[in-house]
């Protein structure tokens, strides 16, 4: 007959692939929670299985293992939920049916410990396929919301929670992959040491009250090893699977923008980033933006040609015609005002106005300076802008009636114009410098003055559309001062290149991590400035996932009738534009890889897994795995046989001359690469 006192062996109740792959000190916690008996769950199955809490201060023998416990995750959608999945491979998608559980846990990386992941398996009763209840397959039949409880992003060995994930989306100084791999294992580091010390704490009180008591000493558990974390390559990887997840979402946020002004400047600051096969073609990043600082379009390109630039016109075209939006009205830009360039590229566009930005014109102005240092430089620059623009008479009066106001109030009795003037401006434009006789322009600065006089006209503000727009007031002398927007010129664009080049974080990115930082930065960035063009009031939610607060939005409005958040605007579907990297490989006549399993490099050995593919057969010998068929070119590298060809007057070299010919002929693209050029010229 057992004894009554016992102990229960709560880890014989756990399937033999768990224990294959949990550790052994939390067999016993979760084999007494989640199992009635061998193989049999209880009754009230959720989700989450936290740990039991840590034991307190006791006289009893301290067992390491409840101080290291790990929670686990449980996705069983159709046991828990009753889900009906349907079988991915059949024509007549039958129903799957429950195979029990899959028998491989895996194990997830969290923000200061690990935990699990377990799931159930599912078999089609037709194909005879079998199915892990969160692969994407299974994963698309789910709704938005259902989805959203699965919180987290698989790879090939190792799992990672999306709260990790959310850390390396913003795109700040300092914010890589390899600062967060530091700070997950430092987080992780400190966890565990915690742990250990109170684990060891309470071994010393245990040791201490044996010893007290004239005991025999016992013998203490050494605590378990601490796991590393993986390497930064692996934190990329699962970046980059996150923003590969919700591609289609980053870009309708981007494309379903429509506004009334256009801008539109490149720049080259960020495209040095771009490493890999693509990177000796790229030279330009050209984006389009509107006067709220929001971001239209953004490319990479050869040259800022018409050839290279037609195509990201052409889908801004049917972008507003698909939508039914009406055409923008302005157009500024930073050069080519006065030529047929941008008129072609928007032929459909009659109504479109092409205007240059001042502050370019300024700029070329400038050029007839001879030094930027020049003492004279600034009051130089200021009459240029005094020229340019001109200041609305009623805003300057009110201007200067709110400043006598406050400087009545801060106890001048009757301030004159001067002094009021005086306040208005804080600093002196210019300081008295006729002892120099250093000349402040150049001998062809009227040559200059000539050229760029004809675009004039250029900067005339349109009377089709209004350049100011009322954001906000602020009250100087007990009078209310109106605050404006403007939307003249290219500035917010400038503004957007000096950021750009941090949404690529440290020095270089391949194609494919170059996509996803840009994408992704774009799309924070676009919802950052949101606020600009909304009435409501500013959301007290800071997020950037834009599929997570869609589903928000959704449910909200059809549960509370009330959207949770009023300031969300919802966006629409991808327009199919090519964004980033994607139009570049438009223009070398190839197409981006959007198999992240074969672009990406996790950086984990085969040793850092759990099992082995061959003991995981054993585990389960039913286990289907599918692999994808890949065409391998066969493709010969052997240039040993080496042909001389003559002329009639046995002149040699001909054959070079062939090589350079079949190099041009074989060239799809309209220019020519630096590797390509390079390569040429070896010919």
């Known amino acids: 007959m057992e004894s009554p006192h016992r102990k229960t062996d709560f880890s014989q109740r756990l399937p033999l692939g768990w224990r294959e792959t949990i550790d052994p000190n939390d067999w016993q916690w979760i084999g007494q929670h989640l199992f009635a008996s061998k193989g049999v769950f209880v009754s009230d199955l959720k989700n989450w299985w936290h740990t039991p809490h840590p034991p307190g201060p006791s006289s009893n023998l301290p067992s390491f293992g409840s101080y290291f416990y790990k929670r686990l995750f449980l996705w069983m959608p159709r046991k828990i939920w009753l889900f009906d999945f349907k079988c991915p491979c059949c024509a007549r998608q039958h129903s799957l049916t429950s195979k029990g559980l899959y028998r491989r846990v895996s194990s997830v990386i969290d923000i200061k410990n690990r935990h699990y992941l377990a799931a159930e398996y599912l078999e089609c009763s037709s194909c005879k396929g079998t199915f892990i209840s969160y692969e994407h397959r299974l994963m698309e ?125 490149s720049t080259k600051k960020v495209t040095r980033k771009l490493q890999g096969t693509s990177a000796d073609s790229v030279s330009w990043c050209t984006n389009v933006g509107n006067e ?59 109504n479109l106005i092409i205007l240059l930005d001042s502050w370019h014109f300024m700029r070329r102005l400038a050029f007839a300076s001879t030094n ?132 690529i974080p440290g020095t270089s990115a391949n194609d494919v991590h170059f996509q996803a930082f840009l994408l992704d930065g774009i799309a924070r960035w676009n919802t950052a400035r949101k606020s600009a063009s909304l009435d409501a009031p500013v959301s007290p939610l800071r997020s950037f996932d834009i599929a997570l607060k869609n589903k928000l939005h959704q449910l909200s409005s059809s549960v509370m009738g009330v959207p949770v958040d009023p300031c969300y605007r919802p966006p629409s579907f991808s327009s199919g534009e090519l964004l980033g990297v994607e139009h570049l490989y438009g223009e070398n006549v190839s197409t981006l890889s959007l198999d992240v399993d074969k672009e990406i490099d996790e950086g984990i050995g085969e040793e850092e897994t759990f099992l082995t593919p061959a003991e995981a057969e ?27 060809s003559m002329d009639l007057k046995s002149i040699p070299g001909w054959n070079l001359v062939d090589k350079m010919a079949t190099f041009l002929l074989e060239s799809s693209s309209l220019a020519f690469k630096r590797k390509d050029a390079d390569t040429f010229i070896q010919l």
């Open 141 to 265: 039949q789910l709704t938005g919301d259902d989805k959203a409880r699965f919180g987290i992003v698989l790879t090939r060995k190792i799992a990672c929670d999306k709260s990790i994930v959310s850390l390396m989306r913003a795109r700040t100084l300092g914010n890589s992959t390899t600062a967060l791999c530091n700070d997950i294992h430092e987080l992780q580091s400190e966890e565990w040491m915690r742990n250990t010390l109170i684990y060891l704490s309470d071994c010393q009180r245990h040791k201490n009250e044996r010893a007290r008591l004239n005991l025999t000493p016992a013998q203490y558990e050494a605590p378990p090893v601490f796991k590393t974390p993986p390497t930064q390559k692996w934190f990329l990887a699962v970046y980059v699977r996150d923003v590969w997840s919700r591609l289609e979402t980053l870009k309708g946020s981007a494309t379903s923008i429509y506004v009334s002004i256009l801008k539109i400047d």
């Open 292 to 350: 709220k600082g929001e971001i239209l379009l953004s490319i990479l390109t050869n040259f800022e040609s018409l050839s290279n630039l037609d195509k990201m016109a052409q889908g801004l075209i049917a972008r507003y015609h698909s939508a039914g939006q009406p055409a923008p009205l302005v157009l500024y830009s930073d050069r080519d005002c006065c030529s047929s360039k941008f008129t072609t590229m928007f032929n459909l566009w009659d």
């Open 372 to 503: 930027e240092s020049h003492p004279l430089y600034a009051i130089f620059m200021s009459r240029i802008l005094t020229a340019i623009f001109e200041l609305y008479s009623s805003d300057v009066a009110l201007l200067k009636e709110a400043k006598c106001g406050e400087l009545k109030l801060a106890g001048i009795r009757q301030p004159s114009q001067e002094t009021v003037l005086k306040s208005i401006t804080k600093q002196e434009l210019a300081r008295p410098c006729h002892t120099l006789g250093v000349p402040i322009l150049r001998k062809n600065a009227f040559e200059i003055l000539e050229t760029e006089i004809k675009h004039i006209q250029c900067l005339q503000d349109p009377t089709v559309v209004l350049l100011y727009t009322k954001t906000g007031s602020i009250e100087k002398g007990r009078i209310s001062l109106p605050v404006y927007r403007c939307a003249r010129g290219t500035t917010s664009l400038e503004s957007f290149h000096s950021q750009i080049k941090n949404f």
């Open 618 to 644: 054993d585990l389960d010998p039913e286990l289907d795995i599918t692999c994808g068929s890949f065409v391998i070119s066969q493709q010969s590298d052997d240039d040993t046989a080496c042909d001389v």
